[in-house]
């Protein structure tokens, strides 16, 4: 991937545009022409049809509408030839119809805030797609590389390639993803993973591109290509996910289809009707008609969603959560049910030694000391806890040195030390190796450690069981006060899906309140697991910790992952991505599409009641061309964009 595949696309100010100008020129014409009637002495005469006015103040609102109205003039008539009716033909016809009436005030009025209300609409949203790629540029434009010989030059960032070696000093921003190879430091990374606090960095711990270096020297080896870091991808996603529109925006897209149509054929009744049956003249009627037409233009119904969803978008991804596409914000808002893995997403995926137990003559100094010269021929997550722990207490590397090491996969290792053969495992492998076996002393406390949660290992040495090592997967501190979150804001139904053993299982969700527990569960039964809960609840996400968990997560209504800045296949496969390693960003990610979701369907809502409300009222005659524009579309955008921003402020 090339460098700039990435790089921030130019977003001109709509502020700065053609069409703003136009809009600036028109609104100044209009406020002139509106001074001269006002210091006029002459009483103004009476519309009529076909009457232009050619005082000052006439002419000055008619440069007005003509400028203005350029803005979707050209839309405006190209709809007309292609008879697909939209708000740019409605603004048109209403300018056409005020001029033609003798209303050059209103034709001016409608040109300038309708294109007033098109410039606010269309800032809401760049300024909300800027958002994301304003971290972007939060990137250093040049690094410091270390070649082969040890000598330091600068390049520019855009150049650098995986495999470098970059140095980061004591306050400058880290300008690609790798790893650390030496040094040691803090980094303040909030802008990729959300987490408000620094977080420390040694040899070997990932680092990303755009994250601040605060006070320690370190020397990284690329990881990425730039252009292709972290930070760059979620850019991407994000931009694509803008792109996509959720069910609601698709459903009114498809609602303004049809609706502007309808009322268009509405007015030309309101004009025609009437007047036929003597209710009152032509003229009066079709002012009425107008000015329905300028109350039905769809433009707050249409920007009511995008602008909110765009908004949800960014304001997640400033904080570490990556939603993949408006469809996910709906659906997030609107789950009750959640299914949680447990080991890495409930648990921290960290096996740690809780228990040393002596069955003989061992102290449980010795035992561990004897353990841990063992597992420490085995990379198996279990032997190194079990030396890690050992290290820890002093009781490593003084046992004797082990001799004829054997690994028996999935349930131990054997060895010869002191002349005495050694097993270590599970109650399966000392039985297969007729190593010795456990008497009903033992075999309680093998029960109630296991009872309680717990992996036990077995250890026995010439023939005869001598200890018991139990190991358990830390609980996130914070995982039960989080699924209470959720339960209060109304995900009422809270599930353990886990392919550990039914005891690990059930102490985890014990632990974290869960509503049903599954265990010893393969990756199809998952699936089934899921779709059994779909069956029952309406509204079912998958919270995982990566790739492995990518069938349950497809098979839910939303995906959900942790740690998506550590894993790359993890950003492309769930809908959305927990980007730090963190639980509590979930109820922040549900509160977030919950209120967008409300947001939605309370700016449609209010939108069309709006403009029913004035639509009543322009029949009725109480509703003029200029209310019509300034209450029912300027004032309808206006208040459904400020309302859907909003969510920028929603923090975790």
């Not at 979701?597 to 309370?602: D, T």
């Not at 709006?610 to 206006?638: E, P, W």
């Amino acid at each position: 991937m090339s460098a700039t595949t990435n790089e921030p696309r130019s977003r001109p100010s709509p502020w700065t545009t053609a069409e703003a100008w136009r809009t600036y020129v028109a609104g100044a014409l209009w406020v002139v022409g509106l001074v001269v009637t006002v210091v006029s002495t002459s009483e103004p005469e009476s519309a009529g049809w076909l009457r232009v006015d050619t005082d000052p103040a006439g002419l000055l609102f008619l440069a007005a509408a003509r400028t203005g109205g350029w803005n979707f003039f050209p839309k405006g008539l190209q709809a007309i030839r292609t008879l697909k009716l939209d708000m740019n033909f409605l603004m048109t016809i209403a300018i056409i119809g005020a001029v033609l009436i003798g209303e050059p005030l209103e034709a001016a009025a409608i040109a300038f805030l309708f294109s007033f209300a098109e410039l606010l609409e269309h800032s809401a949203v760049v300024r909300a797609r800027n958002s994301i790629d304003q971290l972007l540029r939060l990137a250093p434009e040049t690094a410091s590389v270390v070649d082969g010989d040890g000598q330091e030059r600068t390049v520019p960032t855009s150049e650098l390639r995986s495999g470098q070696i970059v140095r980061v000093r004591p306050g400058e921003k880290v300008p690609i993803d790798g790893l650390v190879l030496s040094g040691h430091s803090a980094v303040n990374q909030a802008n990729v993973t959300g987490e408000s606090v620094p977080v420390g960095k040694g040899p070997g711990d990932a680092v990303f591109a755009s994250t601040l270096n605060t006070d320690g020297l370190l020397e990284i080896e690329a990881t990425s290509d730039a252009g292709d870091t972290t930070l760059d991808r979620i850019a991407r996603l994000v931009r694509e996910a803008q792109s996509q529109r959720s069910a609601t925006e698709q459903f009114v897209k498809k609602f303004a289809r049809y609706y502007t149509p309808a009322v268009t054929g509405l007015a030309v009744l309101v004009m025609v009707v009437p007047p036929l049956m003597g209710m009152g003249t032509s003229l009066t009627w079709f002012v009425r008609g107008l000015t329905l037409l300028v109350i039905a233009c769809p433009c707050a119904l249409v920007i009511a969603t995008p602008v909110t969803i765009v908004s949800a978008l960014t304001s997640a991804a400033r904080h570490g959560v990556l939603i993949k596409g408006g469809e996910y914000v709906e659906s997030l808002g609107g789950t009750c049910a959640i299914a949680f893995d447990k080991t890495g997403t409930l648990t921290l995926g960290q096996l740690e030694v809780t228990d040393v137990v002596p069955l003989g003559a061992e102290s449980p100094e010795a035992l561990l000391e004897l353990v841990a010269s063992v597992e420490k021929g085995s990379e198996h997550p279990i032997a190194k806890a079990i030396v890690e722990h050992a290290e820890q207490r002093g009781s490593a590397g003084n046992g004797p040195a082990p001799e004829a090491f054997r690994a028996h996969p999935g349930r131990g290792i054997s060895a010869r030390v002191g002349g005495d053969p050694l097993v270590i495992g599970t109650l399966e492998l000392l039985e297969m190796m007729a190593a010795g076996s456990l008497d009903d002393e033992g075999k309680g406390r093998f029960d109630a450690l296991e009872e309680a949660g717990k992996t036990v290992v077995v250890a026995a040495r010439a023939g005869q069981v001598i200890g018991l090592v139990a190991l358990a997967d830390t609980l996130r501190p914070e995982a039960a006060g989080v699924l209470a979150r959720l339960r209060a804001d109304g995900v009422h139904h809270q599930v353990v899906l886990t392919g550990d053993q039914s005891y690990a299982a059930q102490a985890v969700g014990e632990a974290v309140g869960a509503d049903e527990i599954f265990s010893e569960l393969k990756p199809a039964e998952k699936v089934e697991a899921i779709r059994r809960i779909r069956s029952v609840h309406k509204g079912v996400a998958m919270l995982g910790d990566g790739v492995n968990d990518a069938p349950a997560l497809a098979a839910a209504d939303v995906g959900i992952a942790m740690g998506g800045a550590g894993s790359p296949a993890t950003i492309e496969t769930a809908d959305i991505a927990l980007m730090a390693d963190d639980l509590t960003m979930l109820p922040y990610a549900r509160r977030l599409s919950h209120l967008a979701r409300s947001l939605v369907r309370f700016n449609i809502g209010f939108a069309l009641g709006l403009k029913a409300l004035l639509a009543i009222g322009a029949v009725g005659g109480f509703v003029s061309l200029i209310v019509a524009v300034l209450v029912g579309d300027l004032g309808a955008s206006l208040a459904v964009t400020l309302n859907a921003m909003r969510l920028a402020r929603v923090k975790p």
